[in-house]
């Protein structure tokens, strides 16, 4: 996860099999709730602070990162969480002042613990205490990061991915996957597999639960994987295309037919040599349907003929 790439960096399979913090005894299942934890607080205070979706999911994504790569046991939570939250609001272009977020996160806080909701006087030891947390949080995090805090989110794509596959009239398939995409920010998810998987993922549990593509039930799921191009959703949409294309087929090879009739029934005289004999250098036509020089020609061919015959009426060919 440390190498610098255009795309996310995802943790290693050993990473994701024993954390920092499991090979310093904590078990998985307290690893996980603290976490979920952090992840809560992230997304309550950018709420307070109203702060766009990105600003909040950028920080919680940041934060699993980090802890692939540092135990909980030895970096508080708090100033994990200040440390974050500062960052992506730089990162993401929307700056706040060191002040608001540290008296919002510690309102959360108290709130959780049900402490009464003081505000923290910038003049307080307790206020430089989560100052000096959060600049050191920050510090750690872009340390262990490498300083690569990119985080690319799938909340454009899977926008894109809605509008192709008709799914905006919906009424709730987009809102159900754009709440599994914020429920699995608190997950380790985004930092085991691309955003074009989670948007594809969370479009497919979305369409799952109002039953919209009946072609994919769960219990396939552990059969193959789940392939997005080519196959089931895109199926309807392949195999009509391809109708289109043999309707296309169809029609020109009508059009051919019935111009080789007209052509035959007129007893039109003399042929030019053009017409009998294939000197090569014209493109044969793909599957029997005429080429459109050929089509143009017999074209006029044809109505030449005819004005000839409206002209002499009495003219019959030998």
């Not at 497919?204 to 396939?220: D, E, I, K, L, N």
């Not at 391809?242 to 080789?260: G, I």
């Not at 007129?266 to 030019?272: A, F, I, L, N, P």
Request: aromatic share 8%.
């Amino acid at each position: 996860m440390g190498r610098l790439s255009l795309r996310n960096p995802l943790a290693t399979p050993e990473q994701i099999a024993e954390s920092p913090s499991q090979r310093q005894g904590m078990s998985a299942d307290v690893e996980a709730s603290m976490r979920s934890y952090t992840c809560h607080l992230i997304q309550a205070s950018g709420t307070i602070l109203c702060l766009p979706q990105l600003v909040m999911a950028t920080a919680q994504v940041l934060l699993q990162r980090f802890y692939y790569l540092a135990s909980i046991q030895d970096f508080p939570l708090r100033g994990i969480v200040l440390g974050t939250l500062f960052l992506a609001c730089k990162a993401e272009e929307n700056p706040q002042t060191i002040r608001n977020i540290i008296n919002v996160v510690d309102i959360v806080v108290k709130r959780d613990r049900r402490y009464p909701e003081v505000v923290t006087d910038g003049y307080d030891p307790e206020y430089y205490e989560l100052k000096n947390e959060m600049v050191i949080g920050e510090m750690q995090v872009l340390r262990r990061l490498a300083f690569n805090v990119q985080v690319e989110l799938p909340y454009r794509l899977l926008a894109n991915y809605l509008r192709s596959l008709k799914l905006t009239d919906q009424e709730r398939v987009p809102q159900l996957a754009w709440n599994y995409m914020n429920n699995l920010l608190r997950t380790p998810v985004y930092v085991c597999f691309q955003p074009e998987t989670i948007a594809c993922g969370a479009i497919f549990f979305g369409s799952a639960r109002v039953q919209y593509w009946t072609a994919y039930q769960p219990a396939m799921v552990g059969a193959r994987k789940l392939k997005m191009h080519g196959e089931g959703v895109l199926d309807e949409h392949v195999a009509q295309m391809r109708k289109e294309m043999r309707d296309k087929l169809d029609a020109e090879l009508a059009f051919a037919s019935q111009e080789k009739n007209v052509d035959e029934g007129d007893g039109g005289g003399k042929r030019s040599q053009a017409e009998h004999v294939d000197d090569g250098t014209r493109p044969k036509s793909r599957r029997g349907v005429p080429d459109s020089t050929s089509r143009d020609h017999n074209r006029r061919r044809h109505t030449s003929s005819r004005s000839r015959d409206t002209r002499h009426s009495s003219y019959r060919p030998h």
